[in-house]
């Protein structure tokens, strides 16, 4: 199935698909059970408009490439151009919609990247790497530092986070990457993931939430191998 922006309900939301900005490490206590420095300023990475998915089909692991690990990220949707030096509020007008992601990653792939000192895209960036939800207006979040989310595999609670634990705050870092190239209208930012990230098999049965300041969920399970 061909993404399309959406929001919850449904409906298409009328902007185009763009790329996906990334950004790792942003939880401390999940750079930390990979091994990982905390970095000192946001830590970039990109995927294309391909890789993103429905959240709702099933979610297709690459076979042979080893463990394909779950990353439950907060996502926000542009609806306005952001370049150069943009200030709070104007982050505030461009973000439209907020929902939940999975940013799958070939860990495997990656340490061998990491090691050989090599960007990480090919274990971040194939094809369905994004599987993405549906979104909220964003003018439902009054509080874009008290966003709790969780991620059910299974029924058994694998990842709990809330934005107040980001490193750096969704402001601050959309700002900062519009400091460095403009974000358009129809990009995703993907803001991080807490702790909990572990490998999919095929059945897993997954559950997003958003649990504050708002409700919602969203259902999909792993792809038989």
Not at 100 to 114: A, E
Not at 146 to 173: K, P, W, Y
Not at 197 to 208: E, M, W, Y
Request: net charge negative; charged share 15%.
């Amino acid at each position: 199935m061909t993404y399309k922006h959406q929001w919850q309900n449904g409906t298409d939301i009328n902007l185009p698909v763009g790329k996906l900005v990334c950004i790792g490490r942003n939880y401390a206590a999940h750079a930390k059970e990979l091994g990982n420095a905390v970095p000192d300023a946001p830590m970039l990475f990109l995927k294309p408009a391909t890789a993103l998915v429905p959240l709702h089909q099933p979610i297709h692991i690459p076979q042979g490439r080893g463990e394909c690990h779950h990353e439950t990220e907060i996502c926000v949707l542009i609806g306005q151009t952001l370049s150069g030096h943009v200030t709070k509020e104007q982050v505030r007008q461009a973000v439209v919609g907020i929902g939940l992601g999975l940013d799958l990653t070939l860990r495997d792939v990656q340490q061998q990247l990491k090691q050989q000192g090599h960007p990480w895209e090919v274990a971040k960036a194939f094809d369905s790497a994004a599987p993405m939800g549906t979104f909220l207006p964003a003018d439902k979040f009054t509080d874009w530092h008290a966003i709790e989310f969780e991620l059910l595999v299974n029924g058994q609670c694998r990842q709990a986070g809330c934005s107040a634990d980001m490193i750096t705050s969704i402001e601050v870092m959309l700002e900062f990457i519009a400091g460095i190239f403009t974000l358009q209208p129809g990009d995703i930012v993907m803001t991080g993931t807490p702790e909990g990230v572990a490998a999919l098999k095929p059945n897993d049965r997954l559950s997003l939430s958003l649990l504050s300041p708002v409700q919602a969920t969203w259902e999909c399970v792993v792809a038989d191998a």
